[in-house]
């Protein structure tokens, strides 16, 4: 059921993607870039902090040009800008950008870059008695959305343990979409049993609601850049310049964790409207593995999971998927 639900959605995005009014523009000065109010999503909340404060690192790069900056709340939306063509690169997790590949037969959507492995992980709620894989018998798991790489991860592994999942609650394991912004109230109200989710809210729910983490997942591809393939044929030099400042920032923020880590506290703050605590970034960043390579095998077990979950199909060859100038 999951897997037509998510199959049906993405008909009608490709949909608008052929028939969307508005047109590709060679000469466009604009660039829309997309994120989440994740730490997980650091590159883009540093440079977005620093468009925001006038010191704009993609600008850089790009003299003349505006970087216009958007936020999602999990993958799946993400592609759907990509799809109805309102947003030309965004960072976002691994496998949205693949079923947005697949359903699209391999037409809509390349990766530049890596950019985050690791910062993902189950939680328990404190006092849940749940410890290992069985105990999920009859609970409830929260991921972000129905799809996102998390909700595909929880899935897998619930399915890797003999443990069916459902939306309704009729299987072993009600496994519950839900904003990260929420989870944490919920928990609290005994409403959910654990959660499948990724910096800062691991850490939030940590310190707030004395969850503790049951299984982390310190390699897994977390965040990626991708770009829509129109966008990208229109303009190679700008993709090519974006991929160069995307590299060389990555390795800034390896150089200054400190000031890097002020910048995304900053951002997290301004893009959620509430104080985000420094010492909270401080300990999720902990947790990341900041990079700007494409894990090739990391994607293909992501595949996996989400054929072994009933999220995906058959998928076209993933070297296709890598961004080249030429294709």
Not at 73 to 93: K, Q, S
Not at 102 to 123: F, I, K, Q
Not at 145 to 163: H, M, P
Not at 209 to 238: F, I
Request: one cysteine or more; aromatic letters at 6%.
């Amino acid at each position: 059921m999951v897997k037509r639900i998510l199959s049906a959605l993405f008909c009608v995005l490709i949909l608008m993607a052929l028939f969307a009014c508005n047109q590709e523009d060679p000469n466009s000065k604009t660039i829309r870039m997309g994120c989440f109010p994740n730490v997980t999503h650091v590159q883009a909340l540093v440079a977005r902090n620093m468009s925001r404060t006038g010191e704009g690192w993609f600008e850089r790069y790009l003299p003349g040009y505006t970087i216009e900056w958007y936020t999602y709340n999990a993958g799946p939306t993400a592609m759907e800008a990509i799809f109805g063509r309102t947003v030309d690169l965004t960072y976002v997790g691994p496998s949205p950008a693949l079923n947005a590949y697949a359903v699209s037969a391999g037409r809509e959507v390349r990766l530049l870059a890596g950019s985050v492995n690791g910062g993902a992980a189950l939680l328990v709620a404190p006092g849940s008695g749940i410890n290992k894989a069985a105990d999920f018998k009859g609970r409830s798991i929260a991921t972000p959305q129905l799809g996102n790489t998390q909700d595909v991860s929880c899935r897998a592994w619930l399915n890797k343990n003999q443990l069916k999942c459902t939306l309704e609650g009729a299987g072993d394991t009600r496994v519950a979409p839900t904003p990260n912004s929420m989870q944490l109230q919920l928990m609290k109200q005994g409403d959910i049993d654990a959660c499948w989710t990724v910096e800062p809210w691991v850490t939030r729910l940590e310190m707030m609601a004395g969850a503790r983490v049951l299984v982390q997942e310190p390699d897994v591809v977390t965040t990626v850049l991708a770009g829509r393939v129109a966008w990208l044929k229109n303009h190679p030099q700008e993709a090519a310049l974006i991929t160069q400042a995307h590299r060389e920032l990555t390795q800034w923020i390896s150089e200054h964790p400190q000031e890097a880590q002020e910048r995304v506290t900053n951002e997290l703050t301004e893009l959620t409207q509430a104080p985000m605590d420094p010492e909270l970034v401080r300990r999720a960043w902990s947790r990341l593995k900041i990079t700007d390579s494409i894990d090739i095998a990391g994607l293909e077990q992501f595949v996996k999971d989400a054929q072994m979950a009933g999220l995906l199909d058959r998928v076209p060859p993933l070297d296709g998927m890598i961004y080249r100038k030429d294709k």
